[in-house]
């Protein structure tokens, strides 16, 4: 398997804009995570889904954020507008079930100016 | 409701010397826990986990960790550092009861020559 795959690796774009980021998870999975991190905050939850249901999205900081998973192959998470304090690198991961590990994407590290 | 909190942002060690990471959790349910670590620009990668069984767990890379129910801790241990093992380290904790993980804020290993 491919592991965990995230797209774009990199993303820079202007305060306002809309910013989508991508996620295909391990195949079998059952529980897609996403969270970002920042010096100041570390690792934070923001949402996750258990059979592409979103079980949990306390972690979501404002309306600005949304996520979706329309089936269990894909997911993405969107920011509409951005603005800079959105700068930071975000993860995905996905897990089979719960005395698994979860398996980490590589990333997408946003710069919003 | 669970929580990691990990003693230290930032740990030296000489290298060949002894690598002690503390990790304490909270968690109303028996926990399940990791440890990750974190190369730069990269993402998460399991270390080891605790799920049942035994409380002594072996990893990757020469680290374990002990279990420790009575005093809620998790700490990840090495008996000889490596230049290779400057990363951070990230401890998590999961329930039996939802797929939630919960992270520490991180511990950066640094290794002296």
């Known amino acids: 398997d491919a592991g965990v795959i995230q797209s774009p690796r990199h993303e820079v774009t202007e305060m306002g804009q809309e910013v989508t980021l991508r996620c295909k998870p391990i195949?079998?999975?059952?529980?897609l995570f996403w969270y970002r991190q920042t010096m100041m905050r570390g690792l934070e939850l923001l949402i996750y889904?258990?059979?592409?249901?979103?079980?949990?999205d306390s972690g979501m900081p404002e309306d600005r954020f949304s996520a979706k998973m329309p089936n269990a192959s894909f997911s993405t998470l969107k920011i509409q507008p951005s603005e800079p304090r959105d700068s930071a690198v975000y993860f995905c991961?996905?897990?089979?079930?719960?005395?698994?590990?979860?398996?980490f994407g590589q990333g997408t590290r946003l710069t919003v100016v | 409701a669970q929580s990691v909190t990990q003693l230290g942002s930032h740990v030296s060690v000489s290298e060949g010397a002894l690598v002690l990471l503390r990790c304490n959790y909270s968690?109303?349910?028996?926990?399940?826990l990791f440890w990750y670590v974190q190369y730069p620009n990269q993402g998460l990668q399991l270390l080891l986990k605790?799920?049942?069984?035994?409380?002594l767990v072996k990893g990757i890379n020469g680290f374990e960790a002990e279990f420790k129910k009575s005093e809620t801790s998790f700490h990840l241990t090495k008996p000889s550092a490596h230049m290779s093992d400057a990363a951070e380290y990230f401890c998590?904790?999961?329930?039996?009861?939802?797929?939630?993980?919960?992270f520490g804020k991180g511990t950066r290993l640094h290794i002296l020559p």
């Open positions: 605790y799920t049942t069984g035994a409380t």
């Open positions: 991961a996905s897990r089979r079930d719960m005395n698994t590990e979860a398996f």
């Open positions: 195949s079998g999975h059952n529980s």
């Open positions: 889904f258990n059979n592409n249901v979103p079980i949990d």
């Open positions: 968690s109303s349910v028996p926990p399940y």
């Open positions: 998590a904790v999961s329930g039996n009861r939802d797929d939630k993980i919960i």
